[in-house]
Structure formats: C-alpha cells, structure tokens
C-alpha cells in the first residue's frame, strides 16, 4: 500500500511539473563533471577486515562473525517482517517462512568447499543458527539490482566502478523514506583484503555472512561486478535442495572463485564464461590494458552475450550495465540505463578516472533508494574504495 501511495504521489508530481522530464523532481539529475561529488577519505566509514586463506575456513571470518553478529540478524528479520505473519501472507506467510529456513538446514550438507565450512564456522562463531546464515548466502540469487561501469581514458588506462542496490520493496521505513533492507546491509557492509602466505591475494566487497564477492579485484590482474539478469533459476536450485549433485556456483562464489583462479582479464572472461551457473546474471570485468573491459551475458549454462570496449565505435570506450539485455528494452519505471549513457558521454572520455565514474554512480536514478554502496577501482593503482550511499529526497525508490 505504501508503494502504490508512493506512485501516486509521484505521478502526481510529475503531472504538475511543467519540466520536459515528465517524471519531474524524480528524473535523472547527473553530477558527472560536478566539483566535491567525490571525497576518497569518505570510503573509511566502510571497514576493512582480514581474511587468511592459509587458515582453517571454519576459523578464518571469526573476527567478521563476532562484531557483526547482530546486524545480520536485523538484515535477515527485515525478509522475515516481509513473507512472515506481519507480511503480505500473514500466517501462511510464518509458515512458509519456518519451512524456509527448515530446507536451509539440509541444503548446507550440498555446499561445496570451503563455503560449507566457512559458513559452519561463521554460524558457530556469531552464534547464528546455520538456516539464516544459508539463507543470505543464497539471497544474492533471487533479489538484487546495480549499475557498473568499466571506462577506458585518454591514455588507455582502464577503471571499473558500481552501484549496488538491493532491498527494494523490503519493507519501507516511512520516518527514513527509504527501504529497511537497505539500511540493514549498509550496518554489514565490509571489505575484505584475502591474503595467503602473508601476502594480498585479491580485495572484495561483501555483506558480513556472504562468503561471497559482490566486487571484487586482483592486484595487477583485472576488477569483477556482478549485476543481476532476469531469468528462471528456481529449477535449478530445487534440484540442489532434493540433493542433486550438479556443478554449478553462485553468482557470488564465482565471483570469489574467478579471483582465485584467474591471473588475467583473458583467464578471467573464459572462466566467467563457461562456469555452470544456478541463476542467470552479468558479469563486469575490466583488466589493465586498453581494450579490456567487458560485460557477459550469462545464462545458467553458457554466454549469450559478450560486450567488449571498442574505442574505434563511437562511444565505444566504456561498457555499461544495469539489469537489462543488450537487445531488450528497459521497463520504464526502472530507467537507468538511458540516464546512465546520458550522462557518461557528459562525463567525456577525458574525465575518465575515479573520481569521474563515481560522479555519474552519484547521478540519478543510478542512485537510488535501493543504493547500498558505490565502489571504484583501478587495478595497477592498487585503488579500492567502497562509499556507504544515501539517496537524498527527491530520489526514485528503485
């Protein structure tokens, strides 16, 4: 209800507004080129943890397990408020959700390593029962929306940025006007710097509990985002609950998984590729030399589409993805591409940098109510930021 008085309202407004956007004060508003947008030292207010991959997995996120305990828990009761007895289903909804967490408890036993074990260590040191902790691991499967962007300077040096939204339509806090999910994952959003052998092996974003990578890079080696693709994957995530073997990963493991077996921007396209997935999505990836950037198309069990940087195309020097095929139209209460393109050729390939990309992530609607966090990376500058994002009023909802 809240929502649909929300349309109203907006409508509305648009209506009234004698502006040619007609979504009037709610239209996109972009800051590309705009002075004090971007403030590096605004990126420590996301912090920074330690993860030893030589360690034993069940031990290693105990640090992250222990002072994030109870956010995880507000994160996960913000998905219990929305399907459980105070949600749109009432006490169907209870039930539903028990028997939700009920299959979370055997679907463990068929995660591969090291996730069964992380998680199974995770759970014990947060003391989180391992049915929730299983169940925000397979959330990024089912919920979640971005913008990312890989861009290509004047000199061929190439930077890689993203917006992540996520909890659209998990409950509207009305005091904060904006979604309760959101500001849930902002209180568990951390970096992680993965070494082994004492040395820095790859850095990532993620949620505290994902054992995941939401974003991710590898020194010297290429930058990763992963953005959400409409598609079935139910089917195979049923067959994986009955206890049908299969070889495929998350979104997000394979996202953490490429870091670990991929040495370049060509090993990491060929992995992302091929690797069995259980729900559709896109892959961003941008590497260290002119040319290497790329978004891929990805169904459950192959690549429908590679689109690469092509400096010889008009425009051709970035690539830019939200949660729409390169050959389908956007729906047009979620237009973010269009406003994207706009404002990046704002931008000019001259202004290509940190600072530049993060100026368009800043720019409506890419930012957004749903916006958690925008990232910006450089991967032989070694430069790594994540920014906790709010979306001042007027700004759409997804």
Known sequence: MLVFLGFLGLFAVSLADPTPDPWGVYGEVCMANTPGVYDPADSQTVPWYTVNLDEDPKTRWALVARSRAQGILDTLETVHQFIGEHGLLGEMGELLWQILLNSMDDAVFHLPEPYRSEILGFADAANIPVSKLVLLNLFYEISKGCTSIVAEDPNGKIYHARNQDFGTFFIWNTTLETWQQTIALKNILINVNYIRGGKTVYKGVTFAGHMGVLTGMKPHAFTISTNSRAGKSW???????????????????????????????????????????????????????????????????????????????????????????????????DSRIGPGNDCMKRLTRANVGLEGLYQVLSSKPNLN??????????????????????????????
């Open 235 to 333: 089917d195979n995530l049923a067959a994986w609950f009955a206890g049908q073997a299969n070889e495929r990963i998350e979104l997000i493991w394979a996202d953490r998984q490429v870091l670990e077996v991929a040495n370049s921007f060509d090993e990491a396209i060929d992995y992302l590729s091929t690797v069995p997935l259980f729900a559709s999505g896109y892959f961003i990836v941008g590497g260290r030399k002119s040319g290497e950037g790329a978004i891929i198309t990805r169904g459950p069990n192959g690549t429908d589409h590679i689109e690469r940087i092509d400096t010889s195309k008009p425009d051709g020097w970035y690539v830019l993805e939200t949660n729409y095929d390169w050959d389908k139209v956007e729906f047009y209460l």
């Open 369 to 398: 109510k749903a916006t958690v966090y925008t990232s910006v990376m450089q991967v032989d500058d070694l430069a790594f930021q994540s920014f906790i994002r709010d979306c001042p009023n007027p700004c759409w909802f997804v």
